[in-house]
């Protein structure tokens, strides 16, 4: 049997939808500049986060980690005689969404899937990519390029997204056991990014209840602290925490905060902390500087160990989960009803957005991939 010509039918294409990061000392102000363009993070905090890029270099560690993803992406679609090509556009830093688009165009491609580097809806980690792909596809079709963009579905609760996390989180508290502690000493942290409490609050589809970010997250830390119990016969507690705060005091964002829930559990008389970065799908700088550098270190000042658990980065279980969600958003796209696994719970989140889920607090802007 020959290979399928048209293995992801109606998409010729796949988009990697990330944030970017600088790749030297002289990005770092430019890629600042970008990503806080009309926002209100004070100066103090913006020399601070430079200061964290300066430490490593001038270069996140982003970049090469979606080179990386990409190439895994690639790997598991030849895998399946998906001969598909895999395109790379971001949010803050070059190659820019509009750049990725005229690249897809030369290769001749005209309808994109889209594969976002972030789990979890809210304006932040959802709509802005939408808009992202709005502007971009604006800027391009102003040189004549016209191409379709949609997206896969939000991932928090895709398996291939959730167990790798919860499998990772159960071995990391497995070795934490077999080196000898006490279970009853050891703390379970799932960290994410802080965002405005206004952010959470609007965050899922324009429903009443909103929180979808806090409330995804807190759904999936309670599943695996269950899983971990379960196979390790343990009674641990597993909580959420935030991290990478920014914005001016006076503006409340999700807490606690990972140093300050620390500083607790070490008082409470915990010896071990587990820490799993469930916000994040791969080691970047708000992975390496405020958990490996700033929370270890007060760890280290409190006598806590702390464990951070990897992230998914390019498992081969995530890596071919996002593409079971390509193939599964590309059957949906031609009007099939694909099996659609879930985990917590049995419902899907959405691939095309509802009207005025997670809207932008400060202006109204096009976004794709939704119903408004
Ligand atoms: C929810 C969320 C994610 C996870 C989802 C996703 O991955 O998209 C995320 C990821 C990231 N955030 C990143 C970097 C930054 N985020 C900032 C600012 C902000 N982030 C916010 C939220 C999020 N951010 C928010 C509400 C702000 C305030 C300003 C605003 O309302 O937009 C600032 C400005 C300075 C500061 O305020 O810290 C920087 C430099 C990098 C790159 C890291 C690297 O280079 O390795 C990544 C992956
Ligand atoms: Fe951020």
Not at 12 to 26: N, V, Y
Not at 207 to 212: M, S, T, W, Y
Request: charged share 25%; hydrophobic share 35%; net charge negative.
């Amino acid at each position: 049997m020959s290979p399928d010509p048209r293995p992801l039918d109606p998409y010729d294409g796949i988009l990697l939808l990330s944030f970017g990061g600088p790749e030297k000392p002289e990005d770092v102000l430019p890629f600042l500049r970008t990503v806080t363009a009309g926002k209100n993070i004070p100066d103090e905090r913006l020399e601070e986060v430079g200061e964290h890029y300066y430490g490593f270099g001038g270069r996140s560690p982003i970049n090469d980690q979606n080179r990386a993803l990409i190439a895994a992406l690639r790997a598991e679609l030849d895998r399946r005689e998906i001969d598909t090509p895999v395109i790379w556009g971001n949010r803050n830093f070059t190659p820019f969404v509009d750049e990725a688009l005229r690249e897809a165009h030369e290769q001749g491609l005209t309808r994109l899937v889209t594969v976002m580097t972030s789990a979890y809806s809210c304006y932040s980690s959802c709509r802005q990519y939408r808009e992202d792909l709005a502007a971009a596809t604006e800027a391009v079709a102003a040189s004549g390029i016209d191409i379709a963009v949609d997206k896969i579905r939000t991932y928090a609760n895709h398996p291939g997204f959730s167990r790798t996390n919860s499998r990772l989180v159960t071995e990391a508290v497995r070795e934490v056991l077999r080196g000898g502690t006490d279970a009853a000493d050891v703390r379970l942290l799932f960290v994410t990014h802080s965002i405005p409490t206004a952010m959470d609050e609007t965050s899922g589809p324009g429903d009443e209840v909103g929180h979808a970010y806090s409330r995804q997250h807190a759904a999936l830390g309670a599943v695996i602290t269950d899983e971990v119990n379960a196979t390790l016969d343990t009674d641990l507690s597993g909580e959420l925490v935030f991290c990478s705060r920014s914005g001016p005091p006076s503006q409340p964002w999700l807490e606690p905060d990972v140093n300050d829930r620390l500083e607790e559990l070490a008082a409470e008389g915990a010896t071990t902390v587990v820490v799993a970065p469930i916000g994040f799908v791969s080691d970047h700088m708000e992975v390496v500087y405020d958990l490996d550098t700033e929370a270890a270190a007060t760890a280290d000042e409190l006598g806590l160990r702390l464990v951070r658990v990897p992230t998914v980065g390019v498992d081969p279980e995530f890596v071919s989960g996002l593409v079971d969600l390509v193939e599964e958003r590309a059957a949906v796209a031609r009007g099939e009803q694909p099996a659609q696994p879930s985990w917590p719970g049995t419902t899907p989140l959405r691939s095309t957005c509802a009207p005025g889920c997670c809207p932008n607090l400060r202006t109204a802007k096009p976004a794709l991939c939704g119903q408004d």
